[in-house]
């Protein structure tokens, strides 16, 4: 144990020489103990430098704005809702939510990419392109697969594909009409 003391010491010692050749802004980390007793070196930190977990993340702009956009609406709606106790707010908010109609008939749902409504109107001729690439691309593989395996061979993935096969033509034929409609504008 007579050693600890000693290297104690002459960490000390170390330390303060340290400290004398510091240049502006530099600092010195004190040595500290070990489980096992023994003393780490100090250790002399820069001038300027940041530790990795104190260094800010990266944000895009994007996600700044988001955040700002965030903010301003939570200080908003706290704005709105009067300070009342807990269980008042409660109870507005549960009979805002039973206000609420539900409506009886579920709305279907497709994949946008797959369906003529997704492009609308005032979309660029350079969507169109892209769809009508796409769906062409669609075609041409699944009639591909067609022409190679006979149709009692074939899983039920591609079953699925080979019916979709004409809703994907009249697609393509409404989004060709739709771009010669643009194109003639």
């Given at each position: 144990?007579?050693?600890?003391n000693?290297?104690?010491?002459?960490?000390?010692?170390?330390?303060?020489?340290?400290?004398?050749?510091?240049?502006?802004g530099?600092?010195?980390?004190?040595?500290t103990?070990?489980?096992?007793?023994?003393?780490?070196?100090?250790?002399?930190?820069?001038?300027?430098?940041?530790?990795?977990?104190?260094?800010?993340?990266y944000?895009?702009?994007?996600?700044?704005?988001?955040?700002e956009?965030?903010?301003?609406?939570?200080?908003?709606?706290?704005?709105?809702?009067?300070?009342?106790?807990?269980?008042?707010?409660?109870k507005?908010?549960?009979?805002?939510?039973?206000?609420?109609?539900?409506?009886?008939?579920?709305?279907p749902?497709?994949?946008?990419?797959?369906?003529v409504?997704?492009?609308?109107?005032?979309?660029?001729?350079?969507?169109?392109?892209?769809?009508?690439r796409?769906?062409?691309?669609k075609?041409?593989?699944a009639?591909?697969?067609?022409?190679?395996t006979p149709m009692?061979?074939?899983?039920?993935?591609?079953?699925?594909?080979?019916?979709?096969?004409?809703?994907?033509?009249?697609?393509?034929?409404?989004?060709?009409d739709?771009?010669?409609?643009?194109?003639?504008?």
């Open positions: 144990m007579a050693s600890n000693g290297a104690g010491e002459e960490q000390l010692t170390r330390m303060e020489e340290l400290s004398k050749t510091l240049k502006e530099e600092r010195i980390l004190a040595p103990r070990r489980p096992d007793g023994t003393l780490r070196k100090p250790i002399r930190i820069r001038a300027g430098y940041v530790p990795q977990e104190e260094v800010a993340i944000q895009s702009k994007g996600a700044l704005a988001a955040l956009k965030g903010k301003n609406s939570e200080a908003e709606e706290d704005d709105e809702i009067p300070k009342e106790d807990g269980s008042e707010s409660v507005s908010l549960t009979s805002q939510i039973n206000d609420l109609a539900v409506s009886q008939n579920p709305v749902t497709s994949h946008p990419s797959n369906s409504e997704a492009s609308d109107a005032g979309a660029p001729a350079q969507d169109l392109d892209k769809k009508i796409a769906l062409k691309k075609i041409r593989l009639e591909g697969q067609q022409q190679k009692e061979d074939m899983k039920p993935e591609r079953m699925e594909k080979l019916a979709k096969l004409e809703g994907w033509r009249e697609e393509l034929k409404l989004l060709e739709k771009k010669a409609e643009l194109a003639a504008l």
